[in-house]
């Protein structure tokens, strides 16, 4: 590795809700530098949320980042020629990031409607405990749990 590492940049609260998980929410949906279109989709899926749950959408999103955090996932090791899948336990900024992607996958894998109105249904599923987010996330979580026997390659 050269060079230093870069440092961690400090994230700024989005202007609306002053959250900075709805900031990083709309980083991760901005496409080409555009963050206005970006703000639009996500305040519009806080609004349709606000309107059907009626309750606080900057809830609605911690929760359902909560509930898709994977603590364990595994990495591939190889070890004497064979590659093991070490089931590994996920650090606090990777979880979040696992829980965005995930959360951003399940909404653009659902096709003919608007983003925002996909980004609302896959927060609220998500909150709830259900969803494509969670399901991923309990996938991991199940692959780490049948590799568990080679835990021990884990360094």
Request: net charge positive; no cysteine.
């Amino acid at each position: 590795m050269r060079g230093k590492q870069a440092p961690k940049r400090e994230q700024i609260p989005d202007p609306k809700y002053g959250n900075i998980y709805v900031s990083k929410l709309i980083n991760m949906i901005m496409r080409n530098g555009k963050k206005a279109t970006a703000q639009a989709v996500v305040y519009e899926a806080f609004e349709i949320i606000k309107e059907k749950a009626k309750v606080d959408p900057v809830d609605t999103l911690d929760l359902a980042l909560k509930n898709a955090m994977p603590s364990l996932e595994v990495k591939s090791k190889r070890v004497g020629g064979a590659n093991y899948q070490v089931p590994m336990p996920v650090r606090g900024e990777r979880r979040y990031q696992l829980a965005y992607r995930w959360i951003l996958d399940g909404a653009n894998a659902k096709k003919g409607r608007p983003m925002a109105q996909k980004l609302a249904d896959e927060l609220v599923a998500a909150a709830k405990g259900e969803g494509d987010a969670v399901r991923k996330k309990m996938d991991v979580q199940r692959m780490a749990e049948a590799n568990r026997a080679f835990a021990h390659f884990a360094r």
